[in-house]
Nanobody, 124 residues
Framework: QVQLVESGGGLVQSGGSLRLSCADSGRVFSNVAMGWFRQAPGKEREFVAGITWIGGNTYYADSVKGRFTISTDKAKNTVYLQMTNLKPEDTAVYYC?????????????????WGQGTQVTVSS
């Protein structure tokens, strides 16, 4: 069973940076990819970024391209999301999740469970 713990969120001013971490204590290598997602107040959860464990192929939502970078540390079973040039519209609870197939990254509603997430608040 995959157990994911997100951390690294906080309050930052517009233009600032944060690095989120997602530690997976479960069978991470049984999954094809890892993804970061976010849910802002009053909005649906959305895909932010994804990365495959093999090959390190990356995928980004248009809204974060050029500002966010997803990466992995296989030795630590950890996935990171480096966020730069943060904007107030990036304010949300950020979650990570594991995808057994690549396409799952883009079907947010197909994930059965979520961790507690980490709050990111960007002030203007």
């Amino acid at each position: 069973q995959v157990q994911l713990v997100e951390s690294g969120g906080g309050l930052v001013q517009s233009g600032g940076s944060l690095r989120l971490s997602c530690a997976d204590s479960g069978r991470v290598f049984s999954n094809v990819a890892m993804g970061w997602f976010r849910q802002a107040p009053g909005k649906e959860r959305e895909f932010v970024a994804g990365i495959t464990w093999i090959g390190g192929n990356t995928y980004y939502a248009d809204s974060v391209k050029g500002r966010f970078t997803i990466s992995t540390d296989k030795a630590k079973n950890t996935v990171y999301l480096q966020m730069t040039n943060l904007k107030p519209e990036d304010t949300a609870v950020y979650y990570c999740n594991a995808a057994p197939i690549l396409g799952r990254l883009f079907r947010v509603n197909d994930f059965g469970s979520w961790g507690q997430g980490t709050q990111v608040t960007v002030s203007s």
